[in-house]
């Protein structure tokens, strides 16, 4: 139940937003995170925008450390 | 990304024997989907814990909702809503993709009693808050919330508690993207565990893994999504709407502080301001060993009723109802595709 969607943010219009991702277009609700504009990227939940998101997070999910560059480095 | 090679080294961990506990139910669910499960090394024991909302909802909210059957309009999400129906039937729950819809809903038949079954974890509390907030700013009165709402610290500390034996966590990565990351640092270095926050594809999965095998560090995040700090504006909703209360998380009993209810000031919004509802507490069914499932006590299959008596078709509990239950996993609910 807790399953959430990166979305880029096309259009706003006051509490109600339009998102897009990979050439579909979804309208959510950004009630929670005020301050949210066109271009920006949110974590959509229950048709809620629950999180805007750093440029570029969107496209790449995993965080690279150290210790995981080590092991995807060493074989 | 090079996600073989993790696999690679996943499937190879030779190390001291390693039971990890993935929390939540959507891990539950992709663990199973994803097919990691199956390549992982008969000395890592991956164990499924009380993430699922819909499985640790106990028996007496499950009984209060059917007790409105007949004088409200219920509206949950699809998994609560299908629970409800096949556990009690004749109780009919509308399925709504959020609870904001509910408001709207509610306020298109003003005649009606509107009564969402808000059930939810860190992710979803703050939609539930925004439904209430949406509720009071459009002047719906006919809206109500039956709160089953918890938040996860408090079943985490009981958790390690519980059960020291466990070695590593599998975090829920869409509950820190809301809550952040400050609980599950400390919590690790305070029971000395292992903890990764993880998103739910296979490259999340196989790196989480890894990290828990073979990490260095007690405490680590590979989900992009995930800040340190959270989403703070959806907490403040959170805050503003609803306050700590116990929680009763099915199979495991009351946890102090791990659910939410609605501050008096939105006491216009609770159900039992409208209905007085009165405290029901039926029997579970005999022999259903829920609790040792949620908690990664026992493996489905041992369970007396797994299989014979609850079924998908013939559910004895959620944990075989929700697509994110350990027993609907389990017995094949998910579509298996290979890593």
């Known amino acids: 139940m807790c399953v959430a969607y990166p979305l880029k943010v096309t259009e706003v219009n006051g509490r109600s937003a339009v998102g897009e991702a990979g050439g579909l277009k979804v309208g959510f609700d950004c009630g929670l995170c005020p301050g949210v504009k066109p271009g920006d990227y949110v974590l959509v939940h229950a048709g809620c925008a629950i999180e805007i998101l750093d440029p570029g997070e969107a496209r790449e999910t995993l965080l690279l450390f150290d210790e995981l560059k080590e092991a995807l480095e060493d074989g | ?339």
């Open chain 2, 1 to 339: 990304m090079d996600k073989k090679r993790l696999l690679s080294k996943i499937s190879r961990y030779d190390g001291k024997p390693l039971t990890l506990m993935e929390v939540c139910g959507s891990h539950t669910a992709a663990v199973f989907r994803t097919g990691i499960r199956n390549i992982l090394p008969p000395s890592v024991r991956l164990i499924s814990g009380p993430g699922c909302p819909v499985c640790v909802a106990d028996d007496a909210f499950i009984s209060r909702a059917a007790a409105l059957e007949g004088r409200a309009r219920l509206i949950s999400f699809g998994d609560m809503a299908r629970t409800v129906g096949r556990l009690r039937p004749g109780t009919r729950v509308e399925t709504a993709a959020s609870p904001t819809d509910a408001v709207m809903r509610a306020k298109a038949a003003p005649a009606e009693d509107v009564v969402f079954l808000s059930v939810g974890f860190e992710t979803t509390n703050p939609v539930c808050a925004l439904s209430v907030l949406r509720a009071r700013e459009e002047n719906v009165k006919n809206f109500f919330l039956l709160t089953c709402n918890k938040t996860m610290p408090p079943i985490m500390e009981y958790l390690a508690k519980a059960y020291p034996d466990t070695d590593g966590y599998l975090l829920p990565g869409h509950v820190c993207a809301v809550s952040g990351t400050g609980f599950y640092k400390e919590f690790c270095k305070k029971y000395n565990v292992k903890g990764c926050v993880a998103g739910f594809d296979s490259l999340q999965l196989s790196a989480a893994l890894y990290l828990l095998m073979y990490g260095k560090t007690l405490f680590s995040n590979v989900y992009s999504y995930v800040k340190e700090e959270g989403s703070p504006s959806a907490e403040a909703a959170v805050r503003e709407v609803f306050e700590p209360c116990p929680a009763v998380i099915r199979g495991i009993g009351e946890i102090p502080g791990a659910g939410l209810r609605l501050k008096k000031e939105f006491a216009a919004f609770d159900v039992s301001c409208r209905f007085g509802l009165p405290e029901v507490f039926p029997p579970q069914d005999a022999g259903c060993r829920c609790g040792d499932v949620i908690c990664g006590r026992i493996e489905p299959p041992e369970c007396p009723l797994y299989g014979v008596s609850c079924r998908p078709e013939t559910p004895c509990g959620p944990c075989m109802i929700s697509s994110e239950g350990t027993c609907f996993a389990y017995f094949g609910g998910c579509e298996r595709r290979s890593v």
